[in-house]
Each structure stands twice: as C-alpha cells, then as structure tokens.
C-alpha cells in the first residue's frame, strides 16, 4: 500500500505562498489519481486540488486561480503551489490517493499545518 510524507508547511503571512511537497512509496505512484486535502479545526476534510495520471487537474472553487497541483512521478512525488493565501486556508494538509469521486482512499499521512496569520 502507497505511503505518504507531507511536507512544507509553515506559518505565513496573508497573500503569502507556500509550496507543499507529498512524498510517496512504491513504485506504482503514476497511475493512480492524486489529492490534496485539507481540514481545519471542527471541519471535515475536503479536496483543495486533484490530478490524475493524464495531467487533468480539478481545484475545490475557494482555491481556483491561487493554488496550482502538479505530480513528478519519476520521483513518486506531489506538489501544492498555494499562494494569494487567506487566514481561511488555516488547516493540515494531506495527500492521498484519489477515487473518481476524489475521496482519499489509502492511508492517510500525518499531514502537514498551514497556518496563515499576521
């Protein structure tokens, strides 16, 4: 089973950028559908950005145009450009796999916090 490791988050200034970075084992990362996720405190976790093996990208409609998801599977790896943040991107940040309904279905990671504040 793909394995996790999120990285890259921080506290940050609002219209700040950050760049988050997933890191998963095994070697069969390329085909499957990828997502970042968030929550914040007393939410549920939501997707924030999809991908799947052909490059199709789906964004939640609160992040359109500030946050960018891209993949490098030579390196098994995840990417989640944010920047224009807002205090309500506040959250920890998971990876995971996708299902076509963009439901994370492997194993969740420890994720990594965000935490946007002045």
């Known amino acids: 089973q793909v394995q996790f490791v999120e990285s890259g988050g921080g506290l940050v200034q609002p219209g700040g950028s950050l760049r988050l970075s997933c890191a998963a084992s095994g070697s069969i990362f390329s085909i499957y559908a990828m997502g970042w996720y968030r929550q914040a405190p007393g939410k549920q976790r939501e997707l924030v950005a999809g991908i799947l093996s052909s490059g199709y990208r789906n964004y939640a409609d609160s992040v359109k145009g500030r946050f960018s998801i891209s993949r490098d599977n030579a390196k098994n790896t995840l990417y989640l450009q944010m920047s224009s943040l807002k205090p309500e991107d506040t959250a920890v940040y998971y990876c995971?796999?996708?299902?076509?309904?963009?439901?994370?279905?492997?194993?969740w990671g420890q994720g990594t916090q965000v935490t946007v504040s002045s």
């Open positions: 995971n796999t996708a299902d076509r309904g963009w439901y994370g279905f492997g194993s």
